[in-house]
């Protein structure tokens, strides 16, 4: 059975500050993709990396999937109240199904 | 509408009752997807179609769970018998091929409550 263990599962920081999440399992995924959901709405994709050690920068979100494509971490630089919302990592395996994470509820405070 | 649309949007029922989710993806979207949401978790892999068929079920709890999608658009989650540990956000999502580096569109979800 494929895991995604996903830390920390709550985070709660000043606006201005910096933060990272980070998403780990024993197994392989094809690619990794990071969501963000605000209640009662779905998970909207934020980026999909699929490549081991690919980097990708979204505004003031930094994205890394590891080498080994089993772990993947965002970074947020200088969080602002708008950032505050559930966060979901999930790893894409063949056939097309996503494995989530159990998720980061992140709470920026101005 | 552009994007996945899912009714009703809240549905409250009786233990023992039988319920249908309907997902309406965006459209010339082939592949659909269910999921399951509980509270504080993230969402569950229920069942995969592309077109009509049901690629992958492995994520259906038990033979009270059953989905359709007869012509390749529309799906229908089916739920019999519910208990009260049914009760969770049901998110529906689509997208255009079934890759599994491709985008997944999804819906609002219909949240589930049962009594």
């Known amino acids: 059975t494929q895991l995604l263990e996903q830390s920390p599962q709550f985070l709660s920081i000043q606006e201005g500050e910096n933060l990272t999440v980070y998403c780990n399992s024993s197994?392989?995924?094809?690619?990794l993709q990071w969501y963000r959901q605000e209640p009662g709405e779905g998970p909207v994709l934020l980026v999909t990396?699929?490549?081991?050690?690919e980097v990708k920068k979204l505004k003031r979100l930094t994205f890394q999937f590891g080498d080994a494509r089993k772990d993947s971490s965002l970074h947020i630089t200088a969080a602002q109240p708008g950032d505050t919302g559930l966060y979901l990592c999930?790893?894409?395996?063949?056939?097309?199904?996503?494995?989530f994470g159990q998720g980061t509820e992140l709470s920026v405070k101005p | 509408g552009a994007g996945v649309s899912q009714t009703p949007s809240n549905k409250v029922t009786e233990k023992g009752k039988y319920v249908e989710l309907r997902c309406d993806p965006i459209?010339?979207?082939?592949?659909l997807y269910w999921y399951r949401q509980s509270l504080g978790q993230g969402p569950e892999f229920l069942i995969y179609?592309?077109?009509?068929?049901?690629?992958?079920d492995s994520g259906l709890p038990n033979d009270r769970f059953f989905a359709v999608r007869p012509e390749g658009s529309v799906s229908t989650l089916k739920i019999q018998r519910t208990e009260r540990g049914d009760s969770a956000v049901y998110l529906c999502?689509?997208?255009?091929?079934?890759?599994?580096?491709?985008?997944?569109?999804f819906g609002p979800g219909t949240r589930l409550t049962v009594l």
């Open positions: 999502a689509s997208s255009g091929g079934g890759g599994a580096a491709d985008t997944q569109y």
């Open positions: 197994s392989v995924f094809s690619s």
């Open positions: 990396v699929v490549t081991g050690g």
């Open positions: 999930a790893g894409g395996v063949p056939g097309g199904k996503l494995i």
């Open positions: 459209s010339g979207h082939t592949a």
């Open positions: 179609f592309q077109g009509t068929g049901a690629a992958d």
